[in-house]
């Protein structure tokens, strides 16, 4: 029994002095590990009847995939440490089926999807088809990427007009650096992503809807901002929040100006009533005024209120004569944009719409609208002149080269020339519905140089309304 005792003494013993302590310097916390190369897609198959299709994928650099062949999603987590901007996926099906390749897609092959731009986007889908069936399965990939959100804006804060009240928006351009995957990251997936816009001189959010996509945000509805005020942006993806580095100032957006609710291809400008001109961002402690102008009558400045930053009013006088003008709005003594209108007491008015040195057809689509002061045309060169009222095509009808046009008369002290049209139309016009017709008009070679008065002469009219400007001809 001693003998039994002594060597299990011995034995404990031993054990004491062979045992080794452990190392203080090793960290209580073990590092993460390395990224997989390419991880291949844990498959979830519940029924036999999905089997067949899809095999496999593999994904590099991700630190899981899982493929549900039910829900027909593939869902790819990636680690912080994932910075890439591009996914690469590789797919394997079963035999007697094929990844169906986009036909826009130059990247992806029947075996090979290669994913850009996933941050911030909504999940990517592809189809896998039979070969020699005409049916297939469309898949889902949805990626999660783990770590904090981060971005950066790509532009300007941009002060825009609203249409709805209180008339304000911001917009601007971002790009998504971490943290964010797809929208949703994962099937059922509610998570949203907002912007928030802080004043930092009161501490307060800006009031308004936001909406935010993979390239751009948008505060909607905001209450009228100040261009010398500072922010910081807030970006929130779920218990996800970034701040923008930096104190952020909007700039405003170039600006814009069109008659609300009438259109010079149809309509004449009233007299002795308030018209509004729609647009902005305008401010409501710049001047802003509206010059009214012609080469046959003497011109008008009129004052034009600020009603919200997108909407502004002026009154046109009740003795403005009948006649072709030209349009400006000024802020301050800088013009913001100009239009051609006519002014007519007759039922039935007709005149000259605009008057262009290019085409007024899409392509090159020169503006349909474009107004320039000081035309000049050289002999033998076309000039494009688009009557007023409009002459349209029927809805979706071809273009008709017997379309009537009106002839087109150049007079100075010295005479005048009759020039036949040459039909030309713009077939882009209301979303490329309908035929936007116009003439282009060959000015002779032999014509006198000067400034001549021009007029479109229409069958069924005598007292047609000249252009407001003189046109010089070299």
């Not at 689509?365 to 000081?374: A, F, G, H, P």
Request: aromatic letters at 10%; hydrophobic letters at 35%.
């Amino acid at each position: 029994m001693k003998k039994h005792l002594h060597f299990a003494c011995l034995v404990l013993a031993c054990s004491l002095f062979t045992c080794k302590r452990p190392d203080r310097d090793v960290p209580k916390t073990q590092p993460e590990p390395p990224v997989i190369d390419k991880v291949e897609a844990v498959v979830k198959v519940d029924t036999v009847k999905n089997m067949g299709w899809l095999k496999s994928v593999k994904v590099e650099g991700a630190t899981e995939v899982i493929v549900d062949t039910v829900g027909k999603t593939v869902s790819i987590t990636l680690p912080a440490t994932f910075t890439k901007e591009t996914l690469f996926l590789d797919l394997e099906t079963y035999p007697g089926t094929i990844h169906e390749v986009n036909p826009w897609d130059n990247l992806s092959t029947r075996n090979h999807i290669v994913l850009s731009g996933f941050r911030g986007s909504s999940p990517t889908t592809f189809m896998v088809v039979g070969q020699n069936k005409p049916i297939g399965k469309t898949y889902t990939v949805f990626v999660e990427c783990k770590g904090p959100l981060t971005a950066s804006l790509t532009s300007d804060l941009m002060l825009l007009p609203s249409r709805q009240e209180p008339y304000s928006a911001v917009e601007a351009s971002i790009s998504f650096d971490s943290g964010i995957g797809t929208r949703p990251e994962k099937p059922g997936s509610d998570k949203e992503l907002t912007a928030k816009l802080i004043d930092l001189g009161t501490s307060r959010p800006v009031q308004g809807r936001s909406a935010v996509s993979a390239i751009a945000l948008w505060l909607s509805n905001t209450t009228p901002l100040g261009l010398a005020s500072e922010y910081a942006l807030e970006l929130e993806y779920g218990e996800k929040k970034f701040v923008l580095p930096g104190r952020q100032k909007l700039k405003r957006a170039d600006l814009l100006a069109y008659p609300y609710e009438i259109s010079n291809l149809f309509k004449t400008l009233p007299r002795n009533q308030e018209i509004l001109l729609s647009g902005g961002y305008f401010l409501s402690d710049l001047n802003y005024r509206v010059k009214v102008e012609s080469a046959f009558h003497p011109s008008l400045w009129l004052s034009a209120k600020y009603r919200n930053p997108s909407m502004l009013a002026f009154t046109t006088p009740a003795e403005l004569a009948d006649g072709s003008y030209l349009v400006s709005l000024y802020e301050g003594e800088s013009i913001v944009q100009a239009f051609n209108f006519n002014v007519s007491g007759d039922a039935k008015p007709k005149g000259i719409r605009s008057i262009s040195t290019e085409t007024m057809s899409c392509p090159p689509c020169t503006s349909r609208d474009v107004t320039l002061k000081n035309l000049s045309f050289l002999k033998g060169k076309p000039m494009f002149v688009a009557p007023f009222p409009a002459i349209l095509g029927s809805f979706y009808g071809a273009f008709d080269p017997n379309q009537k046009l009106p002839d087109l008369e150049l007079k100075n002290a010295q005479g005048k020339v009759v020039i036949k049209a040459k039909i030309r139309a713009d077939g882009s016009y209301a979303n490329a519905t309908t035929q936007l017709y116009f003439g282009e008009y060959l000015i002779p070679t032999n014509l006198a140089s000067g400034d001549y008065e021009a007029r479109l002469l229409y069958d069924d009219s005598k007292n047609t309304i000249p252009f407001w400007s003189l046109i010089e001809i070299n």
